[in-house]
């Protein structure tokens, strides 16, 4: 009987060492901006597509429904360049700033067509217009003209040398004009008969310069009707006439847009759509950054692009806009997730060059918020966004001091903080533009916020309303911090993107300085792998993880902090030399480690590395993570790029308080769901598969709220068909529950 017994314990101790848990992704998806668009052609039903910046849009105008289309099971990327329809096949090209071409059907199915992007001779390969004639899509690029057959999906040809042009210039726009092909460069116009058997000697072609009417070289723009072509420059907008091209329209605004529709030649700026006739008498939604005059065999329609609203087009007498819920910007500098759920993104890369504000996304509707519409917030050099437990999140702005923002069912709050009602400071040449990064909250309930750059202090601290700052106890000239964390011991861990490490400083809840910590973490006294931090966080069980520029080290007892001594750093091997970008401490204490080269979750104590997220086993956007998030609640994974958001289904879920257990799909099937989902587990669960005899099945622990099994025993063999009992303890809650899963062939 022992014997039995011995073995039935070392076939439950080896099946729960093989099963243990593992980050799952699943269900990924992406957020993007689609509000900034390039070009945009109307299909064979009258409906808008639009390319933009993050995908590409379809506006049905009679129901104002807006399809959304992105780089999961549509587009190769995002950043999308030239757009047109195919009435007459019911297709629609899409060309990318990386030389990606996808093609979509009547019925909404995709074609991939990647040869111009893997075209790795050509340095530049993005694709800027495009003309159909016939079956042959005329592709113009960076680095000249593609010709592509759309009947059998074959290249016909590539025209790197246009004429006498420099070899492999790039040509901005196409278009045709009875048997000739009409090219724009920023050299001239080149033009070349399409009867010729090639286009690829340069003998075909001929180039209209300064002598042919133009006043300068580079054209941006290009566009023809059944009569003549136009073309503009930054000022001016010409029309092919008598031989010669002819100044139609002259303006002191830069021009972002031409088109030739139904004989009417138009312009626009960033205020007016112009014709000839004068501006257009249209009050636009904003400033204009484009535009298209698609006609088809029933309408022309006037589509404006419009800065961060995407698009608006004529209806009437007016202009309609067109609602888009996105992101205001594809620049995920910082994210956090608040207590509801919902997500905040800071758009300032490189502050304060490319901030557009602040996005929130509720998990239904996107909130931009920015000067604009809320000027409370200050400066749209927003970089970075701190959600902390209280259920506020503050937005680090770089001159326009803090937000304080808490939502609610009926919206947001907000309250600002900067130099006149707080201890906030500017910087020293102007003590109003105040520097605030990131914000953390302590176990007493105070509020640290770093303030960047100031001539004496490094934080300040809100209490209960009271408001007092702390200096750079270690060097008061050094008090630029960006990252912020505090332990369970009421240490704040400030780190420096500068090159200054690490400080540490604990002031013991106490207005007497006497007994206050005070020391530096730097390679020059620890194994810190480099003084550029990027990031700190405190985990579940009180370490201090640290991001550099060579890789993650981690502070296992940070309590040992004294004035004459630091903590022992120790480096995390397996992440050496990698450049850190953020790291994020889930649910079950995992470490999700953004770097420049994909994401890495690390075990509780970094000794294993449990999940390696690239762009080469995922659909993530880009390698170079900026930021990363996880939703304990929903187990969505965020992963923000400088080219927008990858989004993931995990098994990353906080555990539940006491058992609920739910298992999913039922009945199970597992030669085709693959696997079941047991649900509803409380803390570190034991879990028992067994046969309604009492046969144990299979065995492993969850550490989170879910747990995966396939279907199979301990030997690797499919389970029979029945119903399998689910037996789950808690050492945590001392508690227990039982569940239910029906196999069937």
Excluded at 329 to 351: E, I, K, L
Aim: hydrophobic share 40%; charged share 15%; proline share 3%.
């Amino acid at each position: 009987m022992r014997l039995i017994i011995c073995l039935v314990v070392l076939c439950l101790i080896g099946c729960i060492a093989a099963t243990a848990q593992s980050i799952q992704l699943s269900n990924w998806t992406t957020m993007s901006s689609l509000r900034t668009v390039r070009s945009a052609d109307l299909d064979q039903s009258g409906r808008i597509w639009a390319a933009t910046s993050g995908g590409v849009i379809v506006v049905n105008r009679s129901s104002g429904k807006v399809d959304e289309y992105r780089n999961v099971r549509a587009l190769q990327t995002l950043d999308c360049t030239a757009l047109i329809c195919d009435r007459t096949r019911g297709m629609t090209f899409v060309g990318q700033s990386d030389g990606a071409l996808d093609i979509a059907d009547s019925s909404g199915t995709w074609t991939n067509v990647s040869d111009i992007r893997r075209a790795t001779q050509y340095t530049r390969r993005r694709i800027n217009d495009f003309t159909l004639r016939g079956d042959t899509l005329f592709v113009a690029t960076d680095f000249g003209i593609v010709l592509y057959n759309t009947k059998n999906s074959t290249f016909i040809e590539t025209i790197d040398r246009i004429g006498s042009l420099q070899e492999r210039t790039k040509v901005s726009g196409l278009c045709i004009l009875r048997d000739t092909l009409w090219a724009s460069t920023d050299s001239g116009v080149a033009v070349a008969p399409l009867r010729v058997g090639t286009l690829r000697l340069p003998s075909v072609w001929t180039i209209r310069d300064t002598s042919s009417g133009l006043s300068v070289l580079k054209i941006n723009s290009i566009s023809a009707n059944d009569t003549t072509v136009a073309v503009s420059s930054d000022y001016a907008a010409y029309v092919w006439a008598n031989g010669r091209f002819e100044l139609r329209i002259g303006t002191n605004q830069a021009i972002t847009g031409l088109s030739l529709s139904n004989g009417r030649l138009a312009i626009n700026t960033a205020t007016e759509i112009r014709t000839m006739d004068g501006p257009l008498s249209t009050t636009w939604p904003g400033e204009l950054i484009g535009h298209a005059w698609p006609k088809t065999s029933t309408e022309d329609l006037l589509i404006a692009f419009v800065r961060d609203k995407a698009l608006a087009y004529i209806d009437g007498d007016s202009a309609r806009p067109v609602v888009v819920n996105s992101p205001i910007s594809n620049q995920f500098a910082h994210m956090s997730v608040d207590t509801r759920g919902g997500v905040w993104v800071a758009t300032d890369v490189d502050p304060p060059r490319t901030g557009q504000g602040v996005s929130y996304f509720d998990g239904t509707l996107w909130n931009n918020i920015t000067s604009t519409n809320q000027p409370q917030l200050g400066s749209n050099a927003c970089y970075r966004v701190s959600s902390l437990s209280d259920g506020t999140t503050w937005i680090g702005t770089w001159g326009g001091g803090a937000l304080r923002c808490l939502p609610t069912d009926t919206g947001i709050v907000y309250t600002k903080f900067n130099q006149l009602n707080s201890s906030l400071a500017g910087i020293s040449v102007d003590p109003a533009y105040v520097l605030v990064a990131e914000v953390a909250l302590d176990r007493y309930g105070r509020t640290w916020m770093l303030n960047e750059q100031t001539v004496d202090r490094v934080v300040s601290q809100l209490d209960n309303g009271v408001w007092k700052f702390s200096s750079n106890c270690s060097d008061p000239r050094s008090n630029i911090f960006r990252t912020i964390a505090v332990d369970n011991n009421g240490t704040v861990w400030a780190g420096s993107p500068s090159g200054s490490g690490v400080l540490a400083f604990n002031d013991r809840n106490s207005p007497d300085a006497d007994d206050d910590l005070c020391n530096v973490v730097r390679t020059s006294n620890t194994q810190l792998p480099d003084n550029v931090v990027s990031c700190i966080r405190a985990d579940r069980s009180g370490a201090i993880w640290i991001g550099t520029a060579k890789g993650v080290a981690v502070i296992s007892s940070p309590s040992t902090l004294s004035n004459t001594s630091v903590p022992y750093v120790r480096r995390i091997s397996s992440l050496s030399t990698t450049v850190v970008n953020d790291i994020y401490v889930d649910a079950l204490n995992y470490k999700w480690i953004a770097t420049t080269g994909g994401v890495f979750v690390l075990n509780e104590d970094g000794t294993e590395v449990i999940a390696a997220i690239t762009k080469s086993n995922t659909p993530l956007l880009d390698d170079n993570v900026r930021t990363v998030a996880v939703d304990a609640l929903s187990g969505l994974a965020y992963f923000g790029t400088t080219n927008g958001c990858s989004v993931a289904q995990t098994s990353s879920l906080r555990p539940l308080d006491a058992f609920a257990i739910r298992c999913y799909p039922q009945p199970f099937k597992p030669t085709v769901d693959g696997q079941v989902v047991i649900d509803g587990l409380a803390p570190d669960a034991d879990i028992r598969i067994m046969t309604v005899g009492g046969i144990l099945v299979y065995a492993l622990q969850a550490r989170g709220r879910q747990a995966i099994w396939d279907g199979h025993d301990v030997n690797g063999t499919l389970v029979p068909p029945g119903v399998y009992v689910v037996s789950a303890t808690s050492a945590s809650t001392n508690s227990s529950a039982a569940g239910k899963i029906a196999i069937i062939r």
